[in-house]
Nanobody, 125 residues
């Protein structure tokens, strides 16, 4: 099992940056694929980015490619999402998730096994 806790959200102006962190507990972290999803009010939860268990491969939604970077530190059991050039449409609750299955761009939430409670990101225009 894995327990996930996100942090780092907040209010930022358009064009600004934030770095989200997801701290994981449990000894299996280094064997899990990790992802970030987001959910805006009235919308479905959508895939943002994912990273392979060893950090060897990363996956990004087209809407964030070139602006967001996912990374992980298996020694610290933390996964990060660095968000640059933020836009108002990036406003959402961002959730960290873990999976024992394969990773792909556009994954659905059902493909992930463990979830954090989320952290709010608000981008003002």
């Amino acid at each position: 099992q894995a327990q996930l806790v996100e942090s780092g959200g907040g209010l930022v102006q358009a064009g600004g940056s934030l770095r989200l962190s997801c701290a994981a507990s449990g000894r299996t972290f280094s064997r899990l694929g990790m992802g970030w999803f987001r959910q805006a009010p009235g919308k479905e939860r959508e895939f943002v980015a994912a990273i392979k268990y060893n950090g060897g491969s990363t996956y990004y939604a087209d809407s964030v490619k070139g602006r967001f970077t996912i990374s992980r530190d298996n020694a610290k059991n933390i996964v990060y999402l660095l968000m640059n050039s933020l836009k108002p449409e990036d406003t959402a609750v961002y959730h960290c998730a873990a999976t024992q299955g394969p990773l792909r761009v556009g994954a659905t939430p059902y493909e992930y096994d463990y979830w954090g409670q989320g952290t709010q990101v608000t981008v003002s225009s």
